[in-house]
């Protein structure tokens, strides 16, 4: 048998050529010293710059062994569910990261405390044998303008919830908040959508999102202000909640004849960026830059300008061998809920009605100025109260749409509220559409 070296014995990494503790290599049965040749740091930098390439390779090798990865999985199971060790650093690790989460982020308990409560909500609701009580005794709207009782709900609503069912009052549109699924489209899941929207003549079927994540925050704070995002940590939670959403709540609704929509909602200021391209690229691929290069080697902007194009992966799309594959093609729309008080669009017009940046004399200047004038306006008049919703529509199930989405055209007049926005494919690629 090889003796083990010491722990403090050095090692080079063949990546940056430094000399390391052997504990900062990770493990590696096939190599003679049994530790891998690059150490964590040069591997843990590859991985996150190759982080969607990565993404993309497991996403194929597991549609394609679905089977010899559900048996891993088992068998993985079976071998630690007897080793207390392997219980311990578990829990250890677990322990670590939440004391981390907590000293980071002075609202995590109190978002942990809600998450676990609506878990043993959905946990009871779907054990119990009894109906799930109503949290509420709020109307649901009717196609002929009468009020109906609320449906019972198995747990309360979320603030994105909330805020997309106060869009649907604000705009008269019919609907029900998990309405008994099997009566009404005669489907049965275990994990079901949240609406069912009903204008008239048609019948929508909609789950909502709601964001909570602070990756973005906690990286700047562990950076001292400054971080490096890739594109994955970019889009991963719009993707996440659209791929989710897709496969989990619409999914079983896929033969039901009606369309299939992605809602997303960000009442609580999540660090997720709602955008049309922050949106539409997390559906549909990575933004990259395509730019027209001259055989002088110079950006060719007067034939060709440089234009952004949806490129390897994403919600919906990837770019594969055989072309694009949609991976939810029954999905027929994501919609965003956004919502903006009145009091921003007085403060913008006050402004809008003051001299600019430059006759103030500068940005210092001019931000005193417009406090200021807005205090002064606000003391005399006061501000209007209260909030207006809209939403954007991404299309999916339009015309021309390409091969592999199949969902159920989503009829406009569903979302055409004044404010309302649609996008969708054209011949041009996707962008907005009438």
């Known amino acids: 048998m090889r003796p083990t070296p010491a722990s403090d014995d050095l090692k080079r990494c063949t990546k940056c050529g430094e000399e390391k503790p052997r504990a900062e290599f990770s493990r590696d049965r096939s190599r003679r010293d049994g530790r891998y040749s690059q150490c964590k740091a040069c591997v843990r930098r590859w991985q996150e710059e190759n982080a969607d390439r990565l993404a993309d390779y497991h996403r194929r090798w597991q549609q394609a062994n679905r089977g010899k990865q559900r048996a891993q999985n088992r068998r993985y199971r079976e071998r630690k ?28 308990v109190e978002r942990r405390r809600e998450n676990n409560r609506r878990d043993r909500e959905r946990r009871r609701a779907r054990t119990s044998d009894a ?10 709207l009717t196609a002929s303008g009468a009020t109906m009782a609320a449906m019972p709900r198995s747990y309360p609503k979320t603030a994105a919830d909330e805020r997309f069912e106060a869009y649907l009052v604000d705009h008269g549109i019919p609907y029900q908040y998990e309405p008994p699924w099997e009566e009404r489209l005669g489907v049965s899941a275990e994990v079901l959508p949240d609406f069912l929207i009903e204008p008239a003549g048609a019948r929508v079927v909609a789950e909502v999102k709601q964001f909570e994540t602070t990756h973005i925050t906690d990286r700047l704070t562990r950076g001292g202000g400054v971080a ?20 989990e709540q619409l999914l079983p609704f896929a033969g039901a004849g009606v ?25 549909l691929g990575n933004m990259k830059v395509r730019v027209r290069i001259r055989q002088d080697g110079l950006p060719d902007d007067q034939h060709e300008p440089a234009e952004l194009v949806a490129d390897g992966y ?14 939810h093609p029954h999905v027929s729309a994501v919609v965003v809920v956004h919502e903006r008080q009145h009091r921003q669009d007085w403060v913008q017009q006050v402004i809008a009605e003051e001299p600019d940046v430059d006759e103030l004399g500068g940005t210092g200047p001019a931000m005193d100025h417009y406090l200021k004038t807005v205090a002064r306006r606000e003391a005399e008049q006061g501000t209007p109260e209260g909030s207006y919703r809209w939403v954007e529509v991404y299309d999916l199930s339009g015309n021309p749409t390409p091969p592999g989405f199949n969902g159920v055209p989503l009829p406009r007049a569903v979302f055409s509220g004044e404010r309302d926005r649609w996008y969708g494919f054209t011949e041009d690629g996707f962008g907005e559409i009438d």
């Open 314 to 327: 994403g919600a919906f799309i990837s770019v594969t061998e055989q072309g694009l594959v949609n991976h």
């Open 81 to 108: 569910r007897g080793d207390p060790a392997y219980r311990e650093r578990r829990r250890a690790n677990a322990r670590r990261r939440d004391r981390e989460r907590r000293a980071q982020d002075p609202d995590y």
């Open 259 to 283: 369309p299939l929509v992605v809602v997303l909602a960000n009442p609580l200021g999540a660090d997720v960026n709602m955008d049309f391209d922050h949106v539409a690229f997390a559906a």
């Open 228 to 247: 490096t995002l890739s594109d994955r940590a970019v889009y991963r939670h719009l993707r996440g909640a659209m791929t989710k959403t897709a496969r």
């Open 131 to 140: 109906p799930p009580e109503t949290t509420t005794a709020e109307p649901v």
